[in-house]
């Protein structure tokens, strides 16, 4: 299980993140600080499926994670960097 790519760059503002979930499971992507401090937005799909997620993000570092029941342990947790 992993997010592909596993990092993204952006500069700052709005942006649609394309969620395709080619896995056999459902799959959440999270949106959420580097200290993980809230939700700031959320999106999942079900197996073949995919799902858009529009999320406003300021200059600074943010985690994409998958909070289904031990995903994030096995892989699906990236990176964002916003500039």
Partial sequence: MAFRPAALHFHRGTWVIHFVNQGSLFHD?????ANRSKVLDATGAQPG????LSVTLGPGHYVMICLEPGHAPAGMV??????
């Fill in 49 to 52: 499926q995919s799902s858009d």
């Fill in 78 to 83: 990236g990176a964002i960097d916003v500039t």
């Fill in 29 to 33: 992507l999270t949106i959420e600080p």
